[in-house]
């Protein structure tokens, strides 16, 4: 049979589009806890949890070319425990397969959320800038420390080539992240007094990107954005939302209620993202694959209600 590419996290939205893209090219072996809902026939599917025995089995009774890693779990309802354990245990355990198993690429999908927003921040930030957002959000630090695992991984093992790839706020019809669902609100809130530039990409791109990641040449950590840049009023504009201003001073604490009382699905701490910059600068990803993303700023926009 011919050498294979594992995909965690295959079972996602995110998943299923990448899926779509490498399975008529490549054999894909995809891994995750939950079923895949319109698996390709000529996809292999193991509904398993990493961190336990049998996900060995995969990489002990296959030849694996290639590893893409977004099994990360995101839901800012589950325990800091569950996540840290599905998170960081998951990962290390697939970093050893790796290793063991004589894996040659491996890819992992983190965000350029690892780097934070902050009123301290630079227009655009590089790759070597600190990973800081677990300074005001507890729930990243999981991503933060699997992006570090697999920069460590990344110098310890320089005979594997690893690509790191951080991409800015990824939207698509079928996303159901913490930017994706504020910007399908109807009348979102606002802070009072700010208007910060954000960075958004559209899902398919993300997944292209996931694609020439398997290329020989890159290795390292890359910032990847979508078609540019634009003030949060012009994407709510574009969307026909109209916004509610709050004053900064009591929105994290009303916030905070709803969100306990299940009344609202944004986490307070995401407030940072429509008060702060927080964007980064992806030449390095441009000049290095010749990168372009495919669908522009305005279809990125819109594609969060399905146009």
Same mark, same amino acid.
């Given at each position: 049979?011919?050498?294979?590419? /594992?995909?965690?996290?295959?079972?996602?939205?995110?998943?299923?589009?990448?899926?779509?893209?490498?399975?008529?090219?490549?054999?894909?072996?995809?891994?995750?806890?939950?079923?895949?809902?319109?698996?390709?026939?000529? /996809?292999?599917?193991?509904?398993?949890?990493?961190?336990?025995?049998?996900?060995?089995?995969?990489?002990?009774?296959?030849?694996?070319?290639?590893?893409?890693? &977004?099994?990360?779990?995101?839901? @800012? $309802? &589950?325990?800091?425990?569950?996540?840290?354990?599905?998170?960081?245990?998951?990962?290390?355990?697939?970093?050893? +397969?790796? #290793?063991?198993?004589? *894996?040659?690429?491996?890819?992992?999908?983190?965000?350029? !959320? /690892?780097?934070? @927003?902050?009123?301290? !921040?630079?227009?655009?930030?590089?790759?070597? %800038? @600190?990973?800081? =957002?677990?300074?005001?959000?507890?729930?990243? $630090?999981?991503?933060?420390?699997?992006?570090?695992?697999?920069?460590?991984?990344?110098?310890?093992?320089?005979?594997?080539?690893?690509?790191?790839?951080?991409?800015?706020?990824? *939207?698509?019809?079928?996303?159901?992240?913490?930017?994706?669902?504020?910007?399908?609100?109807?009348?979102?809130?606002?802070? #009072?007094?700010?208007?910060?530039?954000?960075?958004?990409?559209?899902?398919?791109?993300? %997944?292209?990107?996931?694609?020439? #990641?398997? $290329?020989?040449?890159?290795?390292?950590? +890359? !910032?990847?954005?979508?078609?540019?840049?634009?003030?949060?009023?012009?994407?709510? $504009?574009?969307?026909?939302? /109209?916004?509610?201003?709050?004053?900064?001073?009591? #929105?994290?604490?009303?916030?905070?209620?709803?969100?306990?009382?299940?009344? =609202? !699905?944004?986490?307070?701490?995401?407030?940072?993202?429509?008060?702060?910059?927080?964007?980064?600068?992806?030449?390095?990803?441009?000049?290095?694959?010749?990168?372009?993303?495919?669908?522009? &700023?305005?279809?990125?926009?819109?594609?969060?209600?399905?146009?």
């Amino acid at each position: 049979m011919r050498p294979a590419i /594992v995909v965690t996290g295959i079972s996602g939205n995110l998943g299923r589009t990448l899926a779509k893209l490498l399975h008529k090219s490549e054999r894909i072996i995809g891994i995750d806890r939950r079923p895949f809902v319109g698996r390709p026939k000529d /996809v292999e599917m193991y509904q398993l949890d990493l961190r336990k025995k049998k996900a060995e089995d995969v990489f002990r009774k296959n030849e694996i070319r290639a590893v893409i890693h &977004m099994g990360i779990m995101h839901d @800012p $309802r &589950m325990s800091e425990e569950e996540h840290h354990s599905f998170n960081v245990v998951g990962t290390t355990r697939l970093l050893e +397969y790796c #290793a063991k198993y004589g *894996v040659k690429k491996v890819v992992f999908l983190s965000s350029a !959320n /690892v780097y934070g @927003p902050s009123p301290d !921040n630079s227009n655009f930030l590089t790759e070597d %800038a @600190p990973l800081m =957002a677990s300074s005001r959000f507890s729930g990243v $630090r999981d991503l933060i420390e699997v992006d570090m695992l697999a920069h460590g991984f990344f110098w310890r093992h320089p005979d594997i080539n690893t690509v790191i790839l951080r991409p800015v706020h990824i *939207v698509g019809p079928t996303i159901r992240n913490a930017p994706s669902n504020y910007l399908r609100l109807r009348h979102p809130w606002t802070l #009072a007094g700010f208007d910060p530039m954000v960075q958004l990409i559209h899902m398919e791109d993300v %997944a292209r990107a996931m694609v020439e #990641a398997l $290329r020989p040449e890159p290795k390292g950590v +890359y !910032n990847v954005v979508g078609p540019g840049e634009v003030p949060l009023s012009s994407v709510l $504009r574009e969307l026909g939302h /109209v916004s509610i201003p709050v004053p900064h001073p009591i #929105a994290r604490p009303v916030l905070s209620m709803l969100f306990k009382y299940r009344l =609202a !699905n944004f986490p307070p701490p995401e407030l940072d993202h429509i008060q702060f910059l927080c964007n980064v600068d992806g030449s390095r990803w441009r000049k290095e694959l010749g990168w372009k993303p495919h669908h522009s &700023m305005r279809d990125t926009i819109r594609s969060v209600i399905g146009e």
